[in-house]
């Protein structure tokens, strides 16, 4: 029987680790990422934005996910990333997700709590043991390679007064916060975390933390931030860039090729060798 997302997260903390979570849009990359994951011996989240789903389909990234579970032999887990509408994350949990992230970061905190309260509570009564995520920050939403910070993401940092007062009230299992993290990739270098940030809400908390828009983060903040508390780091601006160079490669070898499956496997080898890199650094390995 596969373990669930809240026990790979505990293994997680025992070991000082964090779970990788790779955004897909395609069958393609899932193979990537889980050859990455199994070769590591390590989970991973697969995680599907609303316009990801919207192409992909929820109900089909999750059968995937369970077949890949059996294939690779690893446990694989499925998120509904970035969830904007209460709609949205009760159908996300009722099409078999093991996580919902419901993203009010733009509300008030009052309303944000309200919200998110709401997924909770039917979450609890679903029969399933889901994670329900808030995000309590705006931190942008782009997930392209950046000229310049978006405007007002990364601005107001989560206060880890705000974070407790959130966390208690709505009864989340995990939380996002803004601690000098931003969606997608700065072209002259993304900025630093604040690490002391996080050990203070991690503490205030007492919740596993998620590092959203993690593509372009040094490599020592990686470290830093698991140490600190957080046990999710998400990644996925770096593997779509690595899959459209690597499908141009593959096309770039026979441009009168028509079969997709060779000229599409070297994009899912970009992106497998950039996962790899990825869950080393998260697992310690």
């Known amino acids: 029987m596969r373990m669930t997302l809240r ?10 680790q964090a779970v990788g979570h790779f955004n897909i849009s395609d069958s393609n990359q899932l193979n990537g990422i889980c050859a990455a994951a199994r070769e590591l011996r390590v989970p991973v989240v697969i995680g599907v934005s609303e316009g990801e789903r919207e192409f992909l389909g929820m109900k089909k990234t999750v059968a995937m996910a369970f077949a890949c579970n059996e294939e690779f032999g690893i446990p694989v887990f499925v998120n509904a990333d ?31 709590i309200a919200q998110t309260k709401e997924v909770v509570a039917y979450a609890r009564q679903c029969g399933r043991d889901v994670l329900i995520e808030g995000e ?58 604040d690490i002391g940030r996080i050990t203070q809400i991690a503490l205030a908390t007492n919740k596993p933390l998620v590092l959203h828009g993690g593509s372009g983060i040094a490599d020592d903040d990686f470290r ?43 994009g899912r080898d970009a992106v497998q060798a950039v996962v790899r890199a990825r869950l080393a650094l998260f697992s310690g390995a």
């Open 82 to 112: 970035h969830t904007h509408s209460l709609e949205g994350c009760k159908q996300a949990i009722d099409d078999g997700c093991d996580a919902v992230i419901f993203d009010g970061a733009k509300l008030s905190l009052e309303e944000n």
């Open 136 to 193: 309590l920050g705006y931190i942008g939403t782009s997930s392209k390679v950046l000229d310049k910070r978006p405007e007002g993401a990364g601005v107001e940092l989560t206060k880890p007064d705000d974070a407790a007062r959130f966390v208690a009230e709505t009864g989340v299992d995990l939380l996002a916060p803004s601690v000098g993290n931003l969606h997608g990739m700065l072209k002259s270098g993304n900025p630093r975390l």
């Open 7 to 16: 026990e790979a997260l505990e293994a997680a903390r025992v070991r000082g």
């Open 224 to 266: 830093a931030a698991i140490r600190a508390g957080m046990r999710i780091i998400h990644i996925n601006t770096e593997i779509r860039v690595a899959y459209r160079k690597g499908i141009e490669k593959g096309l770039g070898k026979d441009t009168e090729e028509t079969t997709p499956a060779k000229y599409l496997d070297a």
